[in-house]
């Protein structure tokens, strides 16, 4: 598995699909910054942290995607990419982290949620693990990803799904 740089995107049938990474998005280049600092006192090291600006960002998604095939359309990686150019349009900025462990996972995805991530995704092979999307001042289930330029679900609304949910099932 090899760690995404600046230089090195990588995809599956042309489109953007980095395995064993995750991809942070913020609002504010500062608050990234912060993270990769937090996450650098946690033994991440340079290689393993890309931070872009959102212009880069729609760079990155541009070149990934210009070389798609056929195969690309099937799976939701062309609407993850649509995703993450909507938030760069939006001037979100982004952090790619490698994490191929599952305690690296939740110790990026701990780290991100408490500074505000905007988006944390994780990368496998066969999935797309959605940790947290959040708009405007508002937390959206995963279960709730797609569609969600739409509706968003506060915590509060997500809690009182998810015991709805509890209930159906007993």
């Known amino acids: 598995m090899q760690k995404m740089s600046k230089t090195h995107i990588p995809t599956s049938f042309g ?3 980095p ?3 995750l991809v942070l998005a913020f609002r504010a280049a500062d608050t990234r910054d912060q993270v990769m600092h937090v996450l650098a006192g946690q033994g991440f090291g340079d290689e393993d942290l890309t931070a872009f600006e959102a212009d880069e960002w729609l760079d ?3 070149r990934a995607e210009a070389n798609r095939g056929l195969m690309a359309t ?3 990686e062309l609407d993850q990419v649509e995703m993450h150019a909507r938030l760069a349009r939006d ?3 982004f952090l790619v982290v490698f994490a191929p462990a599952e305690a690296q996972t939740e110790a990026v995805a701990e780290v991100a949620e408490r500074y505000g991530a905007v988006l944390v995704q994780k990368y496998g092979r066969l999935l797309i693990e959605n940790k947290v999307l959040r708009t405007d001042d508002s937390r959206v289930a995963p279960e709730h990803f ?3 330029s739409s ?3 506060r915590d509060d609304e997500v809690n009182n799904e998810k015991s709805r949910e509890n209930d159906g099932r007993r």
């Open 151 to 153: 509706h968003a679900l």
């Open 15 to 17: 489109v953007f699909k």
């Open 146 to 148: 797609f569609g969600v």
């Open 60 to 62: 990155t998604m541009d």
């Open 91 to 93: 001037g979100h900025v």
């Open 74 to 76: 099937f799976g939701s």
């Open 19 to 21: 395995v064993g990474h």
